[in-house]
């Protein structure tokens, strides 16, 4: 029954800037291993940037320095900044969590449905 619904994707010109949002649907008891993905036309799926469970962040090579991950605890909204967008950054973006939607159940991985990034002039 839970979801992630992500929104913020769109159109940007080459050196703009981006945020995208992931919250859940419903109510949630608990959320972790928090990151974004992305996935371009003929290319695998490959890791954005993480949050992780200690508070630490971890990013891929291609975004580090441009890129930024957060939370917002009081909705478990997990945000992504995006800055100095380039060209090859266009593709499909993802969030994914593991979910624990009450006390009595167990942790299960939820993707998002995905929201476009377009950078282009």
């Known amino acids: 029954q839970v979801q992630l619904v992500e929104s913020g994707g769109g159109l940007v010109q080459p050196g703009g800037s981006l945020r995208l949002s992931c919250t859940p649907s419903?109510?949630?008891?608990?959320?972790?291993?928090m990151g974004w993905y992305r996935q371009a036309p003929g290319k695998e799926r490959e890791m954005v940037a993480i949050?992780?469970?200690?508070?630490?962040?971890g990013y891929a090579d291609s975004v580090r320095g441009r890129f930024t991950i957060s939370r917002d605890i009081a909705d478990n909204t997990i945000d992504l900044r995006m800055g100095s967008l380039k060209p090859e950054d266009t593709a499909v973006y993802y969030c994914?969590?593991?979910?624990?939607?009450?006390?009595?159940?167990?942790?299960?991985?939820?993707w998002g449905q995905g929201t476009l990034v377009t950078v282009s002039s």
């Open positions: 994914n969590a593991k979910i624990r939607t009450s006390r009595y159940s167990a942790y299960r991985e939820v």
């Open positions: 949050l992780t469970n200690d508070g630490g962040t």
């Open positions: 419903i109510s949630i008891f608990s959320i972790n291993d």
